[in-house]
């Protein structure tokens, strides 16, 4: 007799096999290959599925980034934007900051790390994205 799950692991469980389902292709087309997400109660009976699931745990125990970045039209990079939303970083993008001794002490989008002065800095609060401060040169 299987034992049942927590609410909170259950719900872990549903939500990956649905994001399996729809993001691999495979097994939407080949109904054998369900059969990879059969849960003993504890785990994945398939190690490399376990392992997927661990991954997708924790990614949705990690909070979204809350700092994000647009790359302003007088910057010398100002031509990334395109780039940064077609290789999916979008734009705005999450940032970090980072250590550096170069001046470039934002790490994310495609460029891979930004000056301040060309960048506008956004906060996400509520789901919506509000300017904190502005880059550029100064006036």
């Not at 398939?46 to 994000?68: C, G, K, S």
């Not at 780039?83 to 495609?110: E, K, M, Q, S």
Request: glycine share 8%; proline share 4%; net charge negative.
């Amino acid at each position: 007799m299987q034992q049942q799950l927590n609410p909170e692991l259950q719900q872990a469980v549903t939500d990956f096999r649905e994001f399996a389902r729809e993001h691999w292709v495979k097994l939407s087309k080949n109904p054998l290959a369900i059969a990879l997400l059969e849960f003993d109660g504890q785990r994945f009976e398939v190690e490399l599925v376990q392992l997927a699931f661990e991954a997708f745990q924790h990614q949705a125990h990690t909070p979204a980034p809350q700092l994000f970045a647009s790359i302003r039209e007088d910057s010398k990079y100002h031509h990334q934007i395109d780039w940064c939303i077609h290789n999916g970083h979008g734009h705005p993008f999450p940032v970090a900051f980072r250590a550096a001794l170069d001046g470039y002490v934002l790490a994310g989008g495609a460029g891979g790390a930004y000056r301040m002065v060309d960048v506008d800095l956004h906060v996400l609060h509520e789901g919506e994205l509000y300017r904190v401060a502005e880059g550029g040169k100064g006036k």
